[in-house]
């Protein structure tokens, strides 16, 4: 199959085509980059949250709606960049794939390249998993001090992110599986379960906090 053109940030398409090429039955956009997206859409909905907030704010509050805003659009960019960054490193797996297996030389130069694929592979979804939690404690805070008239939409966006988090780490159970045992492995397995245990805390709080305020409201 054609190379990708690598400078075709999924971002620069519309949504139809979007859906359209998820949906076609080609390796990408896969699990991986969609559940970026939708963790890109979940921090989108925190940062509309503070933004509408953050206008007429009491003076005191000002500051910390304003720092929350700042690290919610930081990591709406980093979340942003993951998305492209699984095409990429799914293209060179792909690549790495269609390298010749005739002479034993041969095969182990393909074997050696589609494990470093994999582990590329297994880091991206791995460091976008890292700051959807983050962006899941964020959400938490504006949970409690957003305008009632966005609450709703804050929420949704926590649901965005906890679904996206187990999404995400779909992909990296996916590229474990296909990847030689050794350290490397079991370091990126501990790291799995690591973010799997704290996300999985950090969920739970948020959904606490969004129960709490919704009974306030």
């Known amino acids: 199959m054609p190379n990708r053109d690598l400078s075709d940030s999924l971002w620069s398409w519309t949504l139809a085509d979007f859906r359209d090429r998820t949906a076609a039955g080609s390796p990408t956009p ?11 859409l979940g921090v989108g909905l925190m940062v509309l949250g503070l933004e509408v907030t953050l206008r007429g704010a009491a003076p005191e509050a000002v500051d910390s709606l304003s720092s929350l805003l700042r690290s919610s659009r930081e990591l709406l960019d980093r979340q942003s960049a993951y998305a492209d960054r699984d095409l990429v490193v799914f293209d060179e797996y792909m690549r790495a794939r269609t390298l010749p297996q005739g002479s034993d030389a041969e095969k182990t130069a393909r074997r050696e390249r589609l494990q470093r694929a994999l582990v590329v592979a297994t880091e991206v979804p791995l460091a976008a998993g890292r ?10 805070q504006v949970v409690e001090i957003c305008k009632p008239h966005v609450f709703g939409d804050v929420a949704a966006g926590t649901d965005l992110l ?14 474990l599986r296909g990847m030689a045992g050794g350290p490397l492995k079991s370091h990126l397995q501990e790291e799995q379960a690591a973010l799997t245990e704290e996300g999985a805390r950090s969920v739970a709080a948020t959904q606490a906090a969004v129960e709490a305020r919704r009974q306030r409201l």
Do not use: F
């Open 131 to 140: 700051d959807i939690v983050s962006a899941i404690g964020l959400s938490r």
């Open 162 to 175: 906890a679904g996206s988090l187990t999404a995400v780490l779909r992909s990296v159970d996916a590229n």
């Open 30 to 40: 896969g699990g991986g980059a969609v559940a970026s997206v939708c963790a890109t």
